[in-house]
C-alpha cells in the first residue's frame, strides 16, 4: 500500500515534489529559527562567559563572599595540582586560571619620575603558552587597535583611550603599582605593546591584559590565581551539564568550612546572568512558538490547497467506487508520507545551514567601526537536542491536520459536485 | 484597466481558499511587527530604566568627577550653581553628592561609594522617600545586589566610615531602611543612598554637589562655568552601542520571518498557476498577450498582500496596540553588563518599522508572485487550453 | 601660730605634691621622651592576615621629625625596598623597578603591606602638642602601671582622627594605650604598649599592637629590636638620590 503510495506521489508532481518543497521549506525555517534564536541568546552570554564568569568558574569559599572586591589575598593556591586534578577528571571542558587585579600605571619620564598616572584594572591571562587559546576567548587578536600582543614576558596591552589618556606610545615602559596576595605594594616595570579596544567604556577608560605568569610573579601569587575558568569545548553554555559539574566537583573537594577550599560556581550563578537568560528563554520560547503556529498554519493551508485541488480525483475514485473511508485514509498517508519526508528533509537542511552558522557563524566585524573584546561580532547558531524535531511540529503535525480536515469533503460533497471540480 | 478588474474578481471568486491565503499571510505579516517591535522594545527599555532610575534628561558634572576613577571623588564637588538650584527648587533637576566611604558589615572591609539625594526628589524613580520620616540618625536606600555582596537585609545596622572635606575621620552605625529591587546596576552595585542634607553636614561640603541629574522633560542651560552637561547619547553611550550590534542578529531574525511570508505566497501562486493553465489558455487564445496574463497573475498575488495588509490592520492594530500600552510581563528582571529591564516589556512599533514591513512584504509578495509567472511566457495556448504546461 | 604655719606649710607641701600636671605639660614631656635629634632603629613588623603572619624588618633613619628614611631589610621579597618622609612628602622606591614613585593623594590611604596602619599614619606628625589640646580626665592602671588619661581634641581641621584618648604612665611619661576616635566620638584604632625599652634616660615603646577597632583580625604588631638616639645621620640619605642607591 505504501509503495502504491509512495510511486502515485512520485509520478504526480504536483502531488510530491511541491509539498514536499514546501513542508522541507517551512521545516528548515523553524529548524533555522530555533537554532538562531539559541545562538543569539549565546552570544549575549558570551562575552560575559569570556571575559568574566568562565561557563563554570573555580574560586575559593572566601574569595566567592567578596567576589566583587576582587580579594586577591584570598585567591587558590596550589594552583597546578587543582589545574591537572581538572584536566585529568574534568575533561569535557577547558580551564584557564586568571588573576584580576587593581592598581595604579605609572609613566616614568626619561629622568625615571612620573610623567603621568591613572587608575588600572587588570586581567592576567595565559597569553605566553603555546595552544592558549585565552588570546581567542578574549577576541584579543581582532580587538588589536596598536601595536601587537605581548609575545614575551613583561609585555602588556592597555586599552586604547587609556593610552592616549597618558600620553603612552607603544613600546614604551608603564609601572604597575598594586599589591601582592599578601598586601605589600607591589611594582613591576612592563612594557606597552600594544593597545586594544574592550567596547565597555568603564574597561577602555584604564585596563590592561598581561601574561598570567608575570603577574602570578608581580603579585607574590606563585602557584596561586584568583579564579579558574571553565569553558565547554564546544564554547556553548550548557546549563543542565554546567549544573551536574557543579555539583560533583563541589561534592568531592569542596568543604564549606574551609575558607579557602576550592568551590565551582555555574554562569547561572554570577552577575544576574541567570535572571538574563531565564527571561532571554522566555523571550525566545515565545517567539519560537508563535513562529511554530504560523508555520503550522501555512503549511496545513498548503495541505489544505493541495487537497482542494484533488476534489476532482476523489470524485473519479468514488465514481468508480472506491470507498469514502478509503480514500480519505489514503489522503492521511500520502499526507504523512509528504510530512515525514519533508520534514526530515527541512530538517536536515536547517541542520546543515544551522550547524555552519554554529560553527563559523556570521562575522560582522567589517561592519563595526573597530573590532572589541566584550561586544561579540561573531553571531552564531546553537542547536540543541530540541533542534532536531521542532521542525516536525509544523511539518507533519500542520500538513496532516491540513489534509485530514480538507479531506472530510470527501464525506460531505455529493460526487457529482467532486466531479464537477475537476474543472475547476 | 480590465487587468485589475479581472484579478480582483478572480481572488474574490475563489472565495475561502483566498480568505484562507490571505489570513495565513496577515498571520505572517502581524509576526514579522510584533517580533521586531519585541526586539526594539528590548533594547529601548534598557534605556528607559537607566533615565528612569539615574540618568533623568541629562547631567551636569561638576568638572572634576570622572565615575571611572574613584580617586577624582575627593575633589569631585562644587557649590551648586544658582541656575540649577532654582531648577531643584522647582522639582526640575535633583543635586547628587558622591563621596568614597568604607562599610564594615560583620567586620569585614568594604569600600563603597556613598550617595546624599535629596528624599523628597521626583526627578528620578528611586525610592528615596523612605530616606525621611524615621528615627535613625543615619537611613540608607540600598539595592538588592548591594544587600547581597554586603551580606546586608532591611533594618540591618552597619558601621560606615568616611572622611570629611578636611579629610578628618568620622563614622557612624546607619541602618538600612529599605533595600530596593532595581535593574540598574549602577545605581544598586557598591554604593549607599542617604539624605543629601545628611551628607553634606557629615562631610562638611554644605550646598555642594558631585552632580546634578536634570528631569526628564528639563532642557539644558547654556555653558555653567566648572560644570559639565552630559547628554543623554554619552551617558547610554554603552548600551546604545551593545544595541546596534544587536540589530544584526536581529535582522537574522526579520529575515526568516520574511521567508516565512514569502513560503505563504508561494505554495499560493505556484499551485495557481499550475491549475489555471486551461484559464490561462483561454484568455491567450481570446486575445490576452503573453505579458497581461503574466501581469493578471502578478497582480492577484499582490493584491493578496495588499487584502492580508489590510485584515492584518483590521486584527493587527487593536492587538499590537494592547502590547503596545500594557506591556508583556517577564518573569524576572534581566541584567547583563548592566543593561537593565523592567519587570514588563513594552514593545515599541515606529511607524518606520509598520510602513517598512509593509512595503517590504508587499514587494516580496510580489516578486514571489512574478516568479512563477514566467513559465507562462513559454506557454502554448494550445497545449494549456488542453491542459499541458509545456 | 607657730602650729598654723606648720600646717599652711605641710598643706601647701601636700598640694603641690598631688597637683596634677596639664594636658600641655604631660604631651610635651612625652614628645620630650620619644623624639629627639636623630634615631636609628631597627625594627619588625608582624601582620596577622587571614591567611597567617607575616614578618617585615626594617631599619629607619629618623632626623627630627620631618625626615624618615625607611630600607626594609626581610623578607627576600621586600629586601630593598626603600621609603623616604619629607615633611609631609612621602616617596617609595622598588629595586625591582629602579623606580621612585611619590605616594600621594588616594595612595597614602593604602595600608603599609597590608598592615593596620595607612601610609597616612606615617607621614603623621608624631608630636602630640603640635597638633592637639590635651585634657587631663583621670587616671587608672594599665598593665599595673598608673596612667594619666588625657582627653585630646585637634588643634587643627585637617587632622586624620579629630579626638583620641591616651593613657600616659605617669612616672616614664610614656603612652601606654591610645584610642584613635572619629568626629561622631565612634572608636577606629587602637594601640596598645606592652613592653618599653629604656635607653639612658629615655623610655621607648618597644612593642605595640596597632588594631582597627572596625575590622575583625588579629591587628599589627611594631617591634623595636634597636634604637639608638642623636647619633649623626649622614643628610644625604635623606634625599630622593640615596633611595636608589
Not at chain 2, 169 to 190: E, P, R, Y
Request: hydrophobic residues 45%; proline residues 3%.
Amino acid at each position: 500500500m505504501i509503495k502504491f503510495l509512495f510511486l502515485g506521489l512520485l509520478r504526480d508532481r504536483s502531488r510530491s515534489i511541491f509539498p514536499l518543497l514546501i513542508v522541507s521549506a517551512g521545516v528548515a525555517l523553524t529548524v533555522l529559527l530555533h537554532s538562531w534564536m539559541g545562538g543569539v541568546q549565546n552570544d549575549m552570554i558570551e562575552a560575559n562567559a569570556n571575559f568574566y564568569t568562565g561557563h563554570v568558574k573555580i574560586i575559593t569559599n572566601a574569595y566567592l563572599e567578596q567576589i566583587d572586591q576582587i580579594p586577591n589575598d584570598l585567591a587558590l593556591l596550589g594552583i597546578d595540582s587543582i589545574m591537572s586534578t581538572l584536566q585529568n577528571e574534568f575533561t569535557d571542558l577547558d580551564w584557564y586560571a586568571r588573576i584580576r587585579f587593581g592598581g595604579l600605571l605609572d609613566i616614568p619620564d626619561e629622568s625615571g619620575e612620573t610623567r603621568s598616572q591613572g587608575p588600572v584594572m587588570g586581567i592576567a591571562i595565559d597569553i605566553l603558552s603555546p595552544g592558549s587559546q585565552e588570546k581567542d576567548l578574549l577576541n584579543l587578536e581582532k580587538s588589536i587597535v596598536r601595536g601587537r600582543l605581548p609575545q614575551q614576558p613583561g609585555e602588556i596591552v592597555i586599552s586604547d583611550a587609556f593610552a592616549h589618556k597618558l600620553n603612552l606610545n607603544i613600546g614604551e615602559t608603564a609601572t604597575l603599582i598594586s599589591s601582592t596576595m599578601y598586601g605589600s605594594m607591589a611594582m613591576h616595570n612592563f612594557i606597552v605593546v600594544g593597545t586594544v579596544k574592550f567596547g565597555v567604556t568603564a574597561m577602555d577608560k584604564g585596563a590592561m591584559v598581561a601574561d598570567l605568569k608575570d603577574m602570578q610573579y608581580v603579585l607574590n601569587m606563585e602557584d596561586a590565581a584568583g579564579e579558574i575558568l571553565g569553558f565547554f569545548k564546544k564554547r556553548i553554555y550548557n546549563n543542565l551539564m554546567a549544573n551536574k559539574l557543579v555539583q560533583k566537583f563541589n561534592q568531592l573537594y569542596n568543604q564549606p568550612e574551609d575558607d579557602f577550599s576550592p568551590k565551582m560556581i555555574a554562569l547561572v550563578d554570577q552577575r544576574g546572568l541567570g535572571e538574563f537568560l531565564s527571561i532571554y528563554d522566555y523571550y525566545a520560547k515565545i517567539i519560537i512558538g508563535i513562529f511554530v503556529i504560523i508555520m503550522s498554519l501555512v503549511l496545513w493551508n498548503s495541505g489544505l490547497m493541495g487537497s482542494f485541488r484533488r476534489y476532482g480525483e476523489f470524485g473519479v475514485r468514488l465514481a468508480i467506487g472506491e470507498d469514502h473511508s478509503h480514500i480519505y485514509r489514503t489522503l492521511i498517508y500520502e499526507s504523512f508520507l509528504i510530512g515525514i519526508i519533508g520534514s526530515i528533509c527541512g530538517t536536515g537542511i536547517g541542520l546543515a545551514i544551522a550547524y555552519y552558522l554554529q560553527v563559523h557563524g556570521i562575522d560582522v566585524s567589517y561592519m563595526l567601526k573597530q573590532s572589541s573584546m566584550l561586544i561579540s561580532d561573531v553571531f552564531r547558531a546553537r542547536i540543541t537536542s530540541t533542534t532536531y524535531y521542532i521542525g516536525f511540529i509544523p511539518g507533519l503535525l500542520a500538513t496532516l491536520l491540513g489534509s485530514a480536515i480538507s479531506g472530510i469533503a470527501i464525506y460531505k460533497r455529493q460526487t457529482s459536485q467532486l466531479f464537477k471540480e475537476l474543472e475547476v | 484597466m480590465i487587468i485589475p478588474h479581472l484579478a480582483v474578481r478572480n481572488i474574490l471568486g475563489a472565495g475561502l481558499r483566498t480568505w484562507l491565503n490571505v489570513i495565513v499571510l496577515s498571520f505572517a505579516f502581524v509576526t514579522i511587527i510584533w517580533t521586531q517591535g519585541f526586539n526594539e522594545g528590548l533594547n529601548a527599555q534598557a534605556s528607559k530604566a537607566m533615565i528612569d532610575a539615574e540618568l533623568g534628561g541629562g547631567q551636569y558634572w561638576h568638572h572634576n568627577y570622572d565615575p571611572y576613577d574613584q580617586i577624582s571623588l575627593p575633589d569631585a564637588h562644587g557649590p551648586i550653581p544658582t541656575l540649577l538650584q532654582d531648577y531643584i527648587n522647582n522639582s526640575k533637576a535633583t543635586a547628587i553628592l558622591i563621596t568614597q566611604a568604607t562599610i564594615y558589615p560583620n567586620g569585614r572591609v568594604y569600600p563603597i561609594i556613598l550617595k546624599g539625594i535629596d528624599p523628597g526628589q521626583k526627578v528620578l524613580q528611586l525610592p528615596t522617600r523612605v530616606l525621611t520620616g524615621t528615627e535613625t540618625m543615619l537611613p540608607v536606600l540600598i539595592g538588592e545586589r548591594m544587600a547581597e555582596n554586603a551580606g546586608l537585609r532591611m533594618g540591618d545596622y552597619v558601621t560606615i566610615r568616611w572622611r570629611d572635606a578636611h579629610g578628618t575621620f568620622d563614622a557612624l552605625d546607619a541602618q538600612i531602611v529599605h533595600v530596593m529591587k532595581t535593574t540598574v546596576q549602577s545605581i544598586d552595585n557598591g554604593q549607599l543612598w542617604i539624605p543629601l542634607d545628611k551628607m553634606q553636614n557629615m562631610t562638611e561640603l554644605r550646598n555642594k554637589a558631585t552632580l546634578i541629574v536634570l528631569g526628564k522633560e528639563t532642557q539644558p542651560m547654556a555653558e555653567i562655568e566648572d560644570w559639565v552637561f552630559k547628554d543623554l547619547n554619552y551617558l547610554l553611550k554603552d548600551i546604545r552601542d551593545l544595541a546596534r550590534t544587536k540589530t544584526v542578529g536581529s535582522s537574522i531574525l526579520y529575515l526568516i520571518l520574511l521567508f516565512l511570508a514569502m513560503l505563504a505566497i508561494f505554495d499560493t501562486q505556484i499551485f495557481s498557476i499550475f491549475r489555471r493553465r486551461k484559464e490561462m489558455g483561454t484568455l491567450m487564445a481570446l486575445g490576452m498577450t503573453r505579458l497581461k496574463v503574466i501581469q493578471l497573475f502578478t497582480l492577484e498575488g499582490t493584491m493578496h498582500g495588499i487584502l492580508a495588509a489590510l485584515l492584518a490592520t483590521v486584527y493587527g492594530f487593536p492587538l499590537l496596540a494592547y502590547f503596545a500600552n500594557n506591556g508583556m510581563d517577564l518573569p524576572q528582571s534581566m541584567d547583563s553588563y548592566g543593561v537593565a529591564l523592567g519587570e514588563k516589556l513594552f514593545p515599541i512599533y515606529s511607524a518606520g518599522l509598520v510602513s517598512g514591513t509593509a512595503l517590504l512584504v508587499l514587494i516580496v509578495v510580489t516578486i514571489v508572485s512574478f516568479i512563477p509567472t514566467r513559465k507562462i511566457v513559454k506557454l502554448n495556448p494550445t497545449d494549456a487550453l488542453r491542459g499541458k504546461m509545456k | 601660730m607657730k602650729m598654723s604655719m606648720v600646717i599652711l606649710i605641710l598643706c601647701t607641701a601636700t598640694l603641690v605634691y598631688v597637683q596634677v600636671p596639664s594636658g600641655s605639660e604631660i604631651l610635651k614631656k612625652i614628645d620630650q621622651n620619644i623624639t629627639s635629634e636623630s634615631k636609628i632603629i631597627s625594627s619588625k613588623m608582624t601582620i596577622h592576615g587571614r591567611r597567617g603572619s607575616r614578618t617585615i624588618e626594617s631599619k629607619s633613619w629618623i632626623q627630627g621629625t620631618d625626615k624618615a628614611f625607611t630600607e626594609y631589610l626581610a623578607p627576600a621579597r621586600e629586601k630593598g625596598t626603600k621609603m623616604l618622609k619629607l615633611q609631609d612628602q612621602l616617596w617609595t622606591y622598588s629595586p625591582q623597578t629602579d623606580r621612585t614613585i611619590r605616594i600621594s593623594g588616594h595612595m597614602l590611604r593604602q595600608s603599609v603591606m597590608g598592615s593596620d596602619l595607612s601610609y597616612e599614619d606615617y607621614l603623621e606628625d608624631p608630636q602630640l602638642h603640635n597638633v592637639y589640646e590635651a585634657q587631663v580626665e583621670g587616671s587608672e592602671p594599665i598593665n599595673g602601671y598608673d596612667c594619666w588619661i588625657l582627653q585630646l581634641t585637634s588643634k587643627k581641621d585637617d587632622v586624620a582622627y579629630d579626638t583620641r584618648k591616651i593613657w600616659v604612665d605617669r612616672q616614664r611619661y610614656v603612652v601606654l594605650k591610645e584610642n584613635r576616635y572619629a568626629k561622631g566620638g565612634k572608636l577606629l584604632k587602637t594601640i596598645e604598649v606592652k613592653s618599653l625599652l629604656k635607653i639612658k634616660t629615655r623610655w621607648y615603646p618597644e612593642r605595640v599592637v596597632f588594631k582597627d577597632v572596625l575590622k575583625s583580625g588579629a591587628g599589627t604588631e611594631f617591634t623595636v629590636d634597636k634604637i639608638e638616639f642623636d647619633v649623626p645621620i649622614d643628610p644625604y640619605i635623606f634625599s630622593k638620590a640615596a633611595l636608589r642607591k
